[in-house]
């Protein structure tokens, strides 16, 4: 496919090569291009084909002390019992909540943020903003989870400290036993930890807009907010867009790390994504043929996910 | 720009060849100089020794055996699961029935034989029908319940309530009988001394930490008097065994647990807190009373006698719901089947393993690990017993000396003698009259005294005969059964819905909680695929085992 939209870019008219050759012709015209591709090739089958062979195991009574093909053959067994299980539908829509949640406001905060460093013209404070903003994406997961803990903690949380002291509430707030405040949470914590990293790419595609278009535009009489909103923001529309799509991909990939380790009894409803599921009856209880049912059922969506996006996204942002 | 990008991808893909190279090439057991090598997983994470441990050392110089350690980091379950899904397996593994369902392990009973490992075989042999697996080979070396003679240990790792010393020495040593009195305990101890150190004092304690659900699901199991079964209580007459998850036990456990939360004496960060958190709070000393088994909370106590904090530590209480129930926390020391080493598929050698565990099983070596060096570690009296003295007791509690002196760790998994030696000394420490009650502090001696007691175990219930088929905690689900997933699912209810009910806030929504809760275990879990199999296993045990 890559080679394809190459081959259209081609500088000797690619028009002709399209209708006047055949197919062996034009793989001859391209050798450069194919010999090149062809490493792409071999790595990705490796790594992303050849594995599927183990998707066999959804489909098998999977144990691990017999070779693949030696196995029992149980059909849909596993995935009948992931869809009558109403945990598993539960942890869907968790995935979905959190992920959503994580995709909006990570674009929202991010543009946001890169639409505001792109107006100051201070080097230095731009560029402390920036690296501030961006050190917390350097950090694991296990080390932001301690921190909410901590932060949000009743016993000497600061957060329930402001709270009681600032008198917004009497009574400390049991922020991680209830589950109405645990998606919140989890959005939050993700704005802190990627804000700064994620408006990166913005600002690279922000600099890259066309000085003479703001120019134009002061002559027409914009202010900051208009030229903001009229030129900065369209400019930045087909890096949106491609990354949009990109992460639509990843949209049952709410994180897991975050979630593992904050969770609990009293909030397990609504904090337990499809990978926790996935880790605790599959994994943990070693049985890995609903474990690859459930990773099935995670690709088959996500791969849908992105052709629906993509079709959405019109003509010319398309990626695929 | 071209050149650059190709010399970065060309220094990529050497550097992930050479790593790819390097955790390819397995080694060899026997090195060139003689050595014998073998990698070995542990799965725990405290205690590690330090490089130029005292007695690593010696097995390396005397007996020509290096071991590479791995330890746990995270759950065991995953961590072996992954192990498992990989293929990739160290030597000497620290068993699990997984691990044997993977074929991962080589079947020991095949290679003991009395003539080269006669120390393994004097061990193994009596006990081999009860350290077997279903399919009746040895995969895995118990590490504890061998015993050699009668005699019993003075320590006490159990299952038990346990309170503070100072709570009970407060109330003038009461002997407590039941759940409301010990519950009463709290309440009036509480009330009196509501800070410790500057901190709030915490009444109870409950933990509800994944991989540790049994403390906060098990009491109600031990409050009717059943010994120590995992999720089920067996009928004492016919051996039937019944989840006691939607019984009335675990109910007025539950419901009593939500009187004492209602009056504010139970910890509120209690179900949302980690395992660390947990023992962070124990070891700050403000916790009056808490189930569970010693062993889970032991480093927390630690760290409270090592700050002098005598009275700060626990003893056992046994509490049954009403006088008319017999406690029955403390059992009868039984075979830790499946629990140990076990040897796998991927050791080279194995033969050369087995010898270096046949050498340590002898009594010198044996001497050696539990009591350590004799003149340094301990001394012996005229007629032949081992003492420490008070240095020697002192030293041995000191976590930097353990880690130079001793594999605390490492030992824990290894098949070890306990009991008495041929010489009449007790295996370790604890097991030796006298020495026992020597290594306890002022503070302790003085607190058993009043209880009339000379060791832990004096305060737990007398010994009783074990149920033939004891215990059904260590019957093994097998991985990816039905019984598997629906112990998972019954534990993700509980862990759910426990703490729920704990927290309602009237009587009425605790019942409804209740109603729901026991719904969905007998809609939504598949109980009886659970108990079909644990009575399976006990019906075999019964037809198999003495």
Known sequence: MKTAVKSKKHPKSPEEIKTNRSFVQRMGLQWQLILMSIPFLIHRIIFSYVPLKGWLMAFQNYKPAKGWLDQEFVGLKWFKQLFSDTVFITDIRNTFAMSLINLSLGFITAIALALLLNEIKNTFAKRFVQTVSYMPHFLSWVIVAGLVQNMLSTDSGIVNDLIVKLGISDTKIPFLSEPKYFWGIVGASNVWKEVGWNTIIYLAAMSSIDPSLYEAASMDGAGRFMKMFHVTLPGIKTTFMMLLIMNIGHILEAGFELQYLLTNGLISSVSETIDIYVLKYGIQIGNYSLGTAAGIFKSVVSITLVFIANKLAGEENKLI | ?546
């Open chain 2, 1 to 546: 720009m071209k050149g650059k990008i190709k010399r970065i991808v060309a220094s990529a893909m050497c550097a992930v060849l050479v790593i790819g190279a390097a955790a390819g090439c397995g080694e060899k057991n026997t090195a060139d100089d003689g050595i014998k090598r073998y990698t070995v997983f542990i799965g725990d994470s405290t205690k590690e020794p330090s490089a130029d441990n005292k007695i690593l050392k010696r097995f390396s110089e005397e007996l020509g055996y290096e071991f590479e350690f791995e330890y746990l980091a995270g759950n065991l379950d995953e961590k072996l699961g992954v192990m498992i899904a990989g293929g990739d397996y160290p030597d000497l593994v620290m068993g699990d029935t997984k691990l044997i369902q993977a074929g991962a392990l080589i079947p020991l009973d095949e290679y003991i034989n009395e003539e080269d490992y006669p120390n393994l075989y004097r061990h193994i042999e009596p006990v081999k029908k009860r350290a077997a697996y279903d399919d009746g080979h040895v995969y895995i070396l118990p590490n504890y319940g061998i015993t050699y003679g009668e005699r019993s240990t003075g320590g006490y790792y159990g299952p038990a309530f346990w309170v503070q010393k100072r709570v009970l020495a407060d109330a003038g040593y009461p002997e407590i009988r039941t759940l409301d009195e010990l519950f009463k305990l709290i309440e009036d101890y509480v009330a009196a001394n509501p800070t410790t150190d500057g901190m709030q004092t915490i009444g109870y304690e409950i933990l509800a930490a994944q991989g540790r659900e049994y403390v906060m699901t098990s009491p109600a199991a031990y409050l009717a008097g059943s010994p120590n079964d995992g999720a089920v209580i067996v009928d004492k007459d016919t051996y039937e065994a019944k989840i006691y998850a939607d019984s009335d036990y675990m109910k007025t456990y539950v419901s009593k647990v939500r009187e004492l939360n209602e009056k504010g004496l139970v910890d509120p960060e209690t179900f949302t807190q980690s395992l660390d958190q947990y023992h962070a709070k124990i070891a700050s000393g403000r916790v009056v009373a808490l189930f569970d088994q010693r062993w889970n909370f032991q480093t927390a106590e630690d760290t409270l006698g090592a700050q002098g904090m005598y009275d700060k530590q626990y003893a056992p209480v046994i509490p049954t719901f009403d006088e008319t129930m017999e406690p029955w926390y403390k059992d009868k020391t039984v075979v830790n089947a499946q629990n140990g080493f076990g040897i796998s598929t991927a050791c080279e050698d194995p033969e050369g393993l087995l010898k270096f565990l046949d050498t340590i099983l002898s009594e010198d070596w044996q001497k050696y690990i539990q009591w350590g060096e004799e003149g340094v570690d301990y001394m012996v009296d005229d007629n032949g017993m081992f003492y420490r003295t008070e240095d020697q007791r002192t030293q041995q509690s000191d976590e930097q000396w353990q880690a130079a002196n001793k594999i605390v760790a490492f030992q824990g998994l290894l098949p070890k003698m306990e009991g008495e030696y041929s010489d009449g000394n007790g295996t370790d420490p604890a097991y030796q009259p006298d020495e026992f009650y020597e290594s306890l502090e002022d503070y302790d001696k003085d607190f058993f005294e009043h209880y009339g007691a000379k060791t832990w175990s004096d305060f737990m219930n007398p010994i009783r005969e074990n149920p033939p088929y004891y215990p059904a905690w260590q019957i093994d689900l097998e991985d990816g059964s039905d019984a598997q997933f629906a112990n998972q699912k019954l534990t993700d209810l509980q862990v759910s819905y426990i703490p729920k009910m704990i927290m309602a806030s009237s009587d009425a929504d605790f019942e409804k909680l209740w109603n729901q809760y026991v719904d969905e275990i007998h809609n939504g879990v598949n109980v009886q695929a659970y108990e079909d199999r644990i009575n399976e296993q006990i019906q075999w045990r019964l037809e198999n085992w003495d």
